[in-house]
């Protein structure tokens, strides 16, 4: 952890300034210590290079082992494609000249994977996920000197208000207890005139009507290490069968849905092996996590925008659900 994110961070149950204490260095960052609010009795762990405002585990234990396991599956310099990129600048609109040295918020980061443009582009990116997928992006990104990882959850957020000039987070709201709740915590995050841009897989008739709803109420029960065991023998058998279906002319769009697998086929220009990775990954994603909220609708969504007080709203579908606004100066 570098010395300066103390200045940004606050204690999540008060709200307090927090000191270091009984830190340990190491590459000129902060490796392990104690961050103490500064009245309350409130104490939490810098532990790998990463303040820890989580409980080592919870409700998104699922998501940790799947970005560590798949820790640079997604990541564009891995794939040799800009599948990240082309989200990133499509969905939020900016230009890497906006965010270059700014601070940014990656609210639920994952393995980095938008994180790592971000950080090409030159952000003072911080990082924030409440799984332990924090420790799978700190080792894809740690040569990134503008890198700041924090284990935190996006109901608490542990920084302080009207820090941000930009914040996005795409596709982490509906996997959260309260989705409505999760995109309200994030506004009072802008600093004035900062922008704020999120996404969700939209509720859409071929959202409705997706297989994985048939095995969610089984899947999502599983422990997350006995389903992708399960899903490593059936994908290979299931994605074949997805990729006959949605080869089919004017119906296969809507065919390949019966069959619960993820299938990038002629969505992404990914390789075979990248494309049966790729199918395990989001199909685990799709099928382990504990909460899956199909929403909200784009005229939901631009009420929340509205309701928190952004201007310039701007909600539209280039692929996910994205909605955009910007805070009043």
């Known amino acids: 952890m570098h010395a300066k994110l103390i200045e940004i961070l606050r204690c999540p149950k008060t709200g307090e300034r927090l000191r270091l204490e009984d830190a340990q260095y190491a590459d000129e960052q902060i490796q392990h210590g104690w961050l103490i609010a500064e009245k309350s009795p409130h104490r939490y762990p810098i532990r790998d290079f990463i303040p820890r405002f989580a409980p080592e585990s919870n409700y998104t234990d699922n998501f940790g082992m799947q970005w560590n396991k798949f820790r640079r599956t997604q990541l564009d310099s891995f794939s040799g494609q800009p599948i990240s990129a082309d989200r990133f600048w499509t969905s939020t609109r900016w230009r890497p000249e906006d965010i270059a040295g700014r601070w940014v918020l990656d609210g639920g980061c994952g393995a980095g994977r938008f994180a790592e443009v971000a950080l090409t582009a030159g952000a003072e990116l911080v990082a924030l996920d409440y799984s332990n997928a924090v420790d799978a992006c700190y080792a894809n990104l740690r040569h990134h000197r503008n890198l700041h990882v924090v284990q935190g959850d996006i109901c608490a957020l542990p920084f302080a208000k009207g820090m941000f000039p930009f914040i996005y987070s795409f596709g982490v709201l509906m996997c959260t207890p309260e989705t409505a709740r999760s995109f309200a ?131 539209f579908r280039p692929g996910h659900l994205v909605g955009r606004g910007t805070k009043p100066t």
């Open 185 to 315: 915590e994030l506004p009072p995050m802008l600093a004035p005139g900062g922008r704020l841009c999120v996404d969700f897989y939209g509720l859409g008739f071929g959202t409705l009507f997706h297989a994985k709803w048939i095995c969610r109420p089984i899947t999502s029960r599983m422990q997350p290490q006995r389903l992708l065991k399960l899903l490593q023998s059936t994908v290979p058998v299931m994605l074949p069968v997805s990729q006959l279906l949605g080869g089919i002319p004017a119906v296969g769009r809507l065919l390949k849905r019966l069959i619960p697998v993820a299938n990038y086929t002629g969505v992404y220009p990914l390789n075979r092996d990248q494309l049966k990775e790729w199918a395990l990954l989001d199909t685990f994603d799709m099928l382990a996590p504990k909460y899956d909220h199909p929403e909200p609708t784009a005229g939901r969504l631009r009420r929340w925008l509205d309701a928190a007080g952004l201007a310039e709203v701007e909600v």
